[in-house]
């Protein structure tokens, strides 16, 4: 049974930094490109960073470069290291997995692909 499982979501004031985690299971978690996407109120699901196979590649959309980092490890964990939050970071955060490479466009990355996905985790940024 394939399983992704954010954790590490909460309430923090801007400028705070906040860690998210992703335990994937039931599938070869080294075959796929792990990503985090975010949907705020109101709003359409959006990407924010994916790394790839290897780890060797990240992506990151323009809205969160050099605040957040992505990461993964041998085990089936990925991370979301967000540094420096903003109150518009503020939405539940996805944990994805895809096995294609993303294509950039205006800013962001998009896939053509459904791929598998999480049950989000709840990040609030006060102002």
């Known amino acids: 049974q394939v399983q992704l499982v954010e954790s590490g979501g909460g309430l923090v004031q801007a400028g705070d930094s906040l860690r998210l985690s992703c335990v994937a299971s039931g599938f070869t978690f080294s075959r796929y490109i792990m990503d985090w996407f975010r949907q705020a109120p109101g709003k359409e699901r959006e990407f924010v960073a994916g790394?790839?196979?290897?780890?060797?590649?990240s992506y990151y959309s323009d809205s969160v470069k050099g605040r957040f980092t992505v990461s993964r490890d041998i085990a089936g964990q990925t991370y979301l290291q967000m540094n420096n939050l903003k109150p518009e970071d503020t939405a539940v955060y996805f944990c994805a997995a895809h096995w294609e490479v993303p294509t950039y466009r205006s800013g962001t990355y998009y896939y053509t692909s459904e791929g598998l996905w999480g049950q989000g985790t709840q990040v609030t940024v006060s102002s």
């Open positions: 790394i790839s196979w290897s780890g060797g590649k």
